[in-house]
Each structure stands twice: as structure tokens, then as C-alpha cells.
């Protein structure tokens, strides 16, 4: 075997290995990949039911219901949908009626999400990147550069 022949090998072999150790990773992460909806995704079938995502946009004004202990029930809208979330446990400090919200977990045989965590803004002017994204499609934003409503 020449030298030309014997680099040329090699490259392939290291090719080989790195496009199976990449196969592995993708594989293994595959049922930790959680993909962001908005309540008009959600609306419009995008999402099968049992499957983790996360969802995300403002909660609705009057929307929210305390339950016994830590059961919470509240809506999510994107201003054009608006989809009912159930959570159990403690609700971040920031959290209320009107801001944005983005919460993580699975959609039921009702359409009911059902959230096992969720996150608030941290700030006044701090809003989920997905959820400003979601919401300035719709027509609604009110950012630092005006409402668009």
C-alpha cells in the first residue's frame, strides 16, 4: 500500500467513526429533544398527543383557577388560540395573568396540556424568545419597539 492509499484510508475510517459516534449522541438524545409550540401550533394538530414539548405565550387574564394544595388550572394564549394548562406544584414568584410563560409537558386524550414545569419572566422587559417570536407572528407585541396591536 502506498502512502497516498494508506492516508486515504485513514480519513475514511476516521470519517466512519466520527458519523457513528454522531448516529450514537442523536439517537441517545432523541427523547430529550423538547420542541417549543405555540397555542396555534397546538390548534392546528401539530402536535400528537403523549408528546413532550413545551408551550408557551401569555396566560390568559381571569384564567386562572387554584385547586387543593398545589393544583393549578390557567389558559395559555397566543392571542389567535388559547389552550388550558393543568400544573401541580409550586408556580414561580413571577408568575401571573398577563405575562408571558412558557411550560413543559404533555397534551391528554381532552386537549388539556398538562405541565409538569414551568417558567416566568424574570423581569419587566424579558420575554421567552420563543414566545416574542410566536407572539409578533400573530400581530401582537409589545416590546421594546412598540405594540404592534
Known amino acids: 500500500m502506498t502512502r497516498k492509499q494508506r492516508r486515504l484510508s485513514l480519513i475514511v475510517v ?10 450514537l449522541v442523536l439517537t441517545a438524545l432523541q427523547d430529550e429533544i423538547v420542541f417549543f409550540r405555540s397555542p396555534t401550533d397546538v390548534a392546528e394538530n401539530k402536535v ?25 388550572r390557567f389558559a395559555i ?51 421567552p424568545p420563543e414566545v416574542a417570536e410566536a407572539l409578533k407572528a400573530q400581530g401582537y407585541w409589545q416590546g421594546e419597539e412598540g405594540s404592534t396591536q
Open 14 to 23: 476516521a470519517g466512519l467513526v466520527l458519523a457513528a459516534a454522531s448516529a
Open 48 to 72: 400528537t398527543e403523549g408528546t413532550r414539548f413545551r408551550l408557551g405565550g401569555l396566560v390568559e387574564e381571569g384564567s386562572v383557577e387554584r385547586g387543593q394544595g398545589e393544583a393549578v
Open 77 to 127: 394564549t397566543d392571542t389567535a388560540n388559547t389552550i388550558n394548562v393543568t400544573y401541580t406544584g409550586i408556580l414561580p414568584d413571577l408568575f401571573r395573568e398577563g405575562q408571558g410563560v412558557v411550560t413543559e409537558g404533555t397534551l391528554d386524550q381532552s386537549g388539556l396540556f398538562v405541565a409538569d414545569t414551568v417558567l416566568a419572566k424574570h423581569d419587566e422587559t424579558y420575554m
